[in-house]
């Protein structure tokens, strides 16, 4: 994968954007399926349930429609889910999608990162290479998300496997990356 620019103010708009909308439509139709549910399925409230409860004195616990809305809520996130994939290559979600991707790929290396380190201390070109595109794209979505307060450490260990690539003799950049690289660890 490599790293493209991305236009912070666009990508801040179209996040929140989705945020919102996400969180407004999981309220919306998971009231929506809850009622719907209940209305279909549901016989608490009914008149001759009413009647059978207060004569049974012996139930300890009254029904409820709980099993319904939380029914509603898996439905609700389920087209959510299915709302999102189907947008995810659309013009509006590509940066939202690329920095997903990116969050990705980073989670991937941190799994790996002490082995990677280790082998890149030793020497080897394809752990610089993937460290060079871990620490840039760290760099990229901190100065994104505004996480500024890591942003110098992440300089930091870039400037640190910059002097070691030189010692290396090697010429290496984030470009060269491929997700297969991580593998090898």
Same mark, same amino acid.
């Given at each position: 994968m490599q790293l493209?620019?991305?236009d912070k103010e666009r990508y801040r708009k179209h996040l929140n954007i989705v945020?919102?909308?996400f969180i407004s439509s999981l309220l919306v139709l998971s009231l929506l399926f809850g009622t719907i549910l209940i209305s279909m399925f549901?016989?608490?409230?009914?008149?001759?349930e009413l009647v059978k409860v207060a004569n049974d004195a012996?139930?300890?616990?009254?029904?409820s429609n709980f099993r319904f809305n939380l029914l509603g809520v898996i439905l609700a996130l389920v087209t959510n889910a299915a709302i999102l994939y189907r947008i995810k290559h659309s013009a509006f979600f590509t940066e939202? &999608? !690329?920095?997903?991707q990116v969050k990705q790929l980073q989670n991937l290396v941190y799994r790996k990162l002490k082995k990677i380190k280790l082998a890149a201390n030793n020497g080897e070109e394809k752990a610089m290479t993937i460290l060079s595109f &871990? !620490?840039?794209?760290q760099l990229q979505i901190y100065k994104l998300d505004d996480n500024t307060i890591t942003?110098?450490?992440?300089?930091?260990?870039?400037?640190?496997?910059?002097?070691?690539?030189?010692?290396s003799g090697l010429n290496i950049s984030c470009e060269q990356f491929k997700k297969?690289?991580?593998?090898a660890y």
């Open positions: 493209i620019d991305i945020i919102v909308s549901s016989s608490v409230g009914d008149v001759n012996v139930q300890a616990e009254p029904e939202i &999608y !690329y920095v997903w &871990y !620490y840039q794209s942003l110098s450490t992440i300089e930091n260990h870039q400037q640190e496997l910059n002097v070691l690539i030189a010692k297969e690289l991580i593998a």
